[in-house]
């Protein structure tokens, strides 16, 4: 993996969003590369850091709705597979809710 790809999907590394096999391979290149290295683990201690100070902030639904759109499309890749019966067939999810944000519970 390279840098302008660990750039990417440094967010969805640090909330342990990305399936097993991307989480890995970013895990690598993070070992040889120390500019990434550094990159992943500030962001990692400013999501910690907010998550212990900062009020819970509310997106509007419609905001929610159209990046949820986006980063279906573009990610969809790199997002977990949930086990879905089989009759709805497989879908990707996104690392929350986007029915949990619009009814705001988590």
């Given at each position: 993996m390279r840098c302008e790809e660990v750039r990417k999907l440094i967010d969805f590394h640090a909330d342990g969003a990305l399936d097993e096999s991307s989480a890995t391979e970013i895990e690598r290149h993070l070992i040889r590369c120390a500019s990434c290295a550094h990159e992943v683990r500030s962001l990692e201690l400013t999501?910690?850091?907010l998550r212990s100070t900062a009020a819970d902030a509310a997106a509007s639904n419609s905001f929610?709705?159209?990046?949820?759109?986006k980063l279906r499309a573009e990610l969809a890749p790199h997002l977990h597979q949930p086990p879905a019966p089989a009759a709805q067939g497989r879908q990707w999810v996104l690392p929350f809710s986007v029915e949990d944000r619009l009814t705001g519970t988590d």
């Open positions: 999501i910690k850091l929610v709705t159209r990046t949820a759109a």
